[in-house]
């Protein structure tokens, strides 16, 4: 399985995710990019969640079938806006299909950005939740990558 570098230009790996992005802000995605990505690459599904989270991992966000030729998301992306046409939301645990930033009840928790890249286009509905989303990719995927970001909530 070939390795996708993921990056973004608000913070680098490990690095705190400035606090725009977050739930104690502006709540708005951050930008992300990515490297080459395999051979026969149809779409990419990103997702983040939080595996410190109290009551077990917690999703973030969810998109799906963002189109194979792709190399990055702009800050703030919405599904409603014009740009990358085919892209899907899943449910995240904030019950929404847009992105929800890191909003910890306590100290410091990990936010893992992860990309992965499919030799398809998947066929399941907006709104699918994270599990089944990835039961159905799973014989799909080419290449991932991941990016993290840290968050302390400061009260």
Known sequence: MQEIMLASKAFSHGNAIPRRYTGDGEDISPPLSWGSVPEGTKSHVIICDDPDAPRGNWDHWILFNIPGEARD???????????????????????????????????????????????????????????????????????????????????
Do not use: Q, W
Not at 119 to 139: P, S, T
């Open 73 to 155: 998301l702009p800050e703030h992306f919405l599904l409603a806006r014009p740009g990358l046409k085919g892209v899907r939301g899943g449910m995240n645990d904030f019950s929404r299909l847009e992105y929800g930033g890191p909003c910890p009840p306590g100290g410091t928790h990990r936010y893992f950005f992860k990309i992965y890249a499919l030799d398809a286009v998947l066929d399941v509905k907006e709104g699918v939740r994270k599990n089944e989303l990835l039961r159905v990719m799973e014989k799909h995927i080419l290449g991932k990558g991941e990016l993290m970001g840290t968050y302390t909530r400061r009260k």
